[in-house]
């Protein structure tokens, strides 16, 4: 017994010390929990509303360089034949980097295309010709905006992609909604004039270029000029509500100030991307493309945009259309491409507008 106690008063000083640097690490963890609180609820959300760089930054995530180290200068490195590389520059001196690629019928892999060939093919186009409006991040040489590309030239379609300003290697120019849509409206007036009738154009617009392309057709319109059709891929209706539903905002969604740190700061700024209003002013038929699983952009929002379009469009609602792809799939935010019943849709889309 008597050993048992001197082991016990000899451990007691080493039992405390462990005690105290328990209490002492539980303080810190409390403390460091404390700051990370209080900077992620309250300092990071009061520097998005002051800071009209970083709203900018997070929302176009022009700062993603991806893939890494491809030369966009030969789409042939990413597996893209029958294309040419080239560049445009805008009535606001921002120089636009450019792919045209061939419907396959057009595609000659022995023979390299000059730029005067290309052209040509591109003004006596007898085939449909679909330009496509990117979404934020990457470049158009992100992996499935590719897989897009060669669908297209599968179905036997010429193909326009472009770079918004900040993007790819398009001037490193601040982007802001009308600079992209400015942007954007270039490059449609381009193609329109160069293919002159000729054969039908469409505009297909994924995730943040839904909201591009909707507010670019809207202005157009306004000058009485319209593309063959539209296509809406993974589209929201504005921004406030994709800010407000995209899945990284449910962390600060219930506390009473998300509106006024959050939302308000891009409207005030200008950053609106308000489809569901510049829809309805769009003179073309509109097909919406959207996965039940998109968990980037809430199939919700999809919805809500086909239902405001067709609201504003009463008197050609039949041209409104809206396909529903089950989250059987999986294709998710990115990868409708893959959808089996996309070709039928696409030809069923060109088939009605020729009657």
Known sequence: MQLRYKFIIAMTPA?????????????????????????????????????????KKILFLNFVHWPPGIDLSKPN??????????????????????????????????TQQDKESYEELLKNATRPIFLYMHGNSGNRASSHRLELYKLFQSLDFHVICFDYRSYGDSN????????????SKYIVEWVLKTVNNSAPVFIWGHSLGTGVSAHVLAILASEKISPAGLILESPFNNLADEISEHPLAQIFKHLPW???????PLYYNGLRFE??????????????????????????LGEKLF?????????????????????????????????????????????????
């Not at 998300?258 to 308000?264: E, M, S, Y």
């Open 275 to 300: 489809s569901d209003k510049h829809i309805g002013k769009i003179n073309c038929p509109i097909m919406i493309l959207h996965a039940e699983d998109d968990k980037v952009v809430p199939f919700a």
């Open 15 to 55: 039992i405390i010390t462990d005690l105290w640097f328990d209490m002492q690490f539980s303080l810190w963890l409390v403390k460091i929990s404390i700051w990370m609180y209080i900077f992620i609820f309250g300092i990071l959300p009061l520097i998005f509303r002051y800071s009209i760089q970083v709203q």
């Open 258 to 264: 998300f509106d006024w740190a959050i939302v308000k």
């Open 307 to 355: 239902t405001a379009a067709k609201a504003l469009h009463t008197t050609n609602a039949g041209q409104i259309l809206m396909t529903r792809i089950n989250a059987s799939y999986g294709l998710g935010h990115k990868y409708i491409c893959r959808y089996q019943d996309l070709p039928k849709i696409i030809k069923y889309l060109i088939l009605i507008l020729q009657k």
């Open 172 to 183: 490193n120019v601040d982007p802001d909604e009308m600079g992209v849509v400015n942007d």
């Open 77 to 110: 490195s990413v597996g893209i034949k029958g294309a040419r590389n080239f560049y445009l520059v805008t009535d606001e001196n921002v120089k636009i980097g450019v792919w045209q690629m061939l419907p396959q019928s057009l595609i000659n892999q022995s």
